[in-house]
Nanobody, 115 residues
Framework: QVQLVESGGGLVQAGGSLTLSCAAS????????MGWYRQAPGKQRESVAR???????NYADSVKGRFTISRNNAKNTVYLRMNSLKPEDTAIYYC?????????WGQGTQVTVSS
């Protein structure tokens, strides 16, 4: 089993910044990808950013140029630096880790951006 612990959410004004962290622990043989998803009220969960084992990344168009995903392999931790936050970024952010072919999810952390 894999456990994910997220931190870093909160309330911030538009234009501000936040950094989310997600640490994975447990039986981890090979992490193929780590990423962040978000779900706003009344909307489906969507992919925000992902980073793969070789280091490549992808981002949702809505966050390109504002968000940066990174990882610390030694700590099995993934980060999401969010700059120039907008009210439409308000959502619950979920960490996702792909270990082998199994997906694991964090409990979610609330990010609220006030206008």
């Amino acid at each position: 089993q894999v456990q994910l612990v997220e931190s870093g959410g909160g309330l911030v004004q538009a234009g501000g910044s936040l950094t989310l962290s997600c640490a994975a622990s447990g039986t981890i043989f090979s992490i193929n990808a780590m990423g962040w998803y978000r779900q706003a009220p009344g909307k489906q969960r969507e992919s925000v950013a992902r980073i793969f084992s070789a280091g490549s990344t992808n981002y949702a168009d809505s966050v390109k140029g504002r968000f940066t995903i990174s990882r610390n392999n030694a700590k099995n931790t993934v980060y999401l630096r969010m700059n120039s936050l907008k009210p439409e970024d308000t959502a619950i952010y979920y960490c996702n880790v792909l270990v082998g072919t199994s997906h694991y999810w964090g409990q979610g952390t609330q990010v609220t951006v006030s206008s």
